[in-house]
């Protein structure tokens, strides 16, 4: 079974809009961690949010916020006020395991390309 | 802003020769990761090392392929004996002990193209 999903291979937004990539996750593990990373065309992974189990509020990173349903198993990515450059493939992944636990894999899913039109 | 250093940027290799993929995690990680990522697809974990031993790899990680940190600031990935289907883009990453705040910290990667 697939530990992370994420069914939209691409979207487009229009610059200033925000949108919402999808992310759905399975794990038994009931201390887990979620990540969302950005790969621009030039192919570095960038860092962008987490959140952790355990943590009663979604996080926010500037622009980006997680919507995080855990009953629904889902961790969802809203970039507000779209840029131009925004445009890249974004990844899910998860840790699973304990919350400090820096030695666990992350698992990606199979990302969604993003495209902002002007 | 520290990061992680991979070299070469691109390798272009035959087919049965032996390669090393270098890193320069950031320097006070514990942790430090391989992931490759074949063209197009998704991201795939390799090998996870932790004081000075592998804590975890995958079923990709096979005999072909080993992990060492020679000097206690270089991370290298070597693959002996190179096959067609080990083309792809190859990360490096590190991280503290938790990865709440920063992450994983991956670097710029090395494309690999076995020919």
């Known amino acids: 079974a697939q530990k992370i999903t994420q069914t939209q291979p691409g979207m487009f937004v229009q610059e200033k809009e925000a949108v919402t990539l999808d992310c759905t996750y399975d794990t038994s593990d009931p201390s887990y961690g979620l990540f969302w990373y950005k790969q621009p065309s030039s192919g570095e992974m960038i860092f962008l949010i987490y959140q952790g189990s355990y943590d009663q509020q979604n996080a926010t990173e500037g622009r980006y916020s997680l919507n995080f349903q855990k009953a629904r198993k889902s961790a969802n990515l809203v970039i507000s006020a779209s840029q131009l450059g925004d445009s890249a493939m974004y990844f899910c992944a998860m840790r699973e395991g304990q919350g400090s636990g820096g030695y666990n894999k992350l698992i990606f899913g199979a990302g969604t390309r993003l495209a902002v039109h002007p | ?115």
């Open chain 2, 1 to 115: 802003e520290p990061e992680v250093t991979q070299t070469p940027s691109h390798q272009v290799t035959q087919m049965g020769q032996e390669v090393i993929l270098r890193c320069v995690p950031i320097s006070n990680h514990l942790y430090f990761y391989w992931y490759r990522q074949i063209l197009g697809q998704k991201v795939e974990f390799l090998v996870s090392f932790y004081n000075n031993e592998i804590s975890e790899k995958s079923e990709i990680f096979d005999d072909q392929f080993s992990v060492e940190r020679p000097d206690g600031s270089n991370f290298t990935l070597k693959i002996r004996s190179t096959k067609l289907e080990d083309s792809a883009m190859y990360f490096c990453a590190s991280s503290e002990e938790s990865t709440e705040v920063y992450g994983y910290t991956f670097g710029s990667g090395t494309r690999l193209t076995v020919v």
